[in-house]
């Protein structure tokens, strides 16, 4: 099992956007497929359809990208504002995956993504993690019913909702204090 799931995120962390080229300048690539010539996909656009991918093939459930366009980094001061970037978000109302983030984490690590410590936190009710590979920094957000440490008879509700904000790195993403 564990080598299908490397394999399968070899095959994401290889897949980039591409276009059809017209080699003989006529238009007819775009005209045999039907649809009009696209640009090249964004490297966080083809970051978002990789944690889209992942959530389908490791953690079984449905990620979609929102039309959200301009995204901010959580980590950094809110003045920097918002970028260009791409929003999936998703979850499952069971708990198929006792660590959704967790597994994020690791599976995306084997497909070639460094894990930044800086954005990254746990608590009770959810984890961050944050990620990076060529030029694209990916920030992972869980979020679940930890439970109530003060009543011992409270049973937190089953299920959890993820968040992926891929964007490019700027340079005020590499300073985390302010």
Known sequence: MTGKIVLGLIVIGCACGGERRDTAGSGAAAADSGRAAQPPQSAPDAACD????????????????????????????????ARAGCLVTGGDPTDRAPDPVGTFLVTLEAAGWTSLSRFQADGPDGSVVGLARGGVICIVRGQWDGGDDSDSTYVPDPGYQLEGTCFTAEPADTVTAW
Do not use: K, Y
């Open 50 to 81: 990789s944690i889209i991918a992942l959530g389908d093939r490791v953690l079984a459930i449905e990620l979609r990208r929102t039309d959200e366009r301009r995204v901010e980094n959580p980590f950094v001061d809110p003045a920097q504002g």
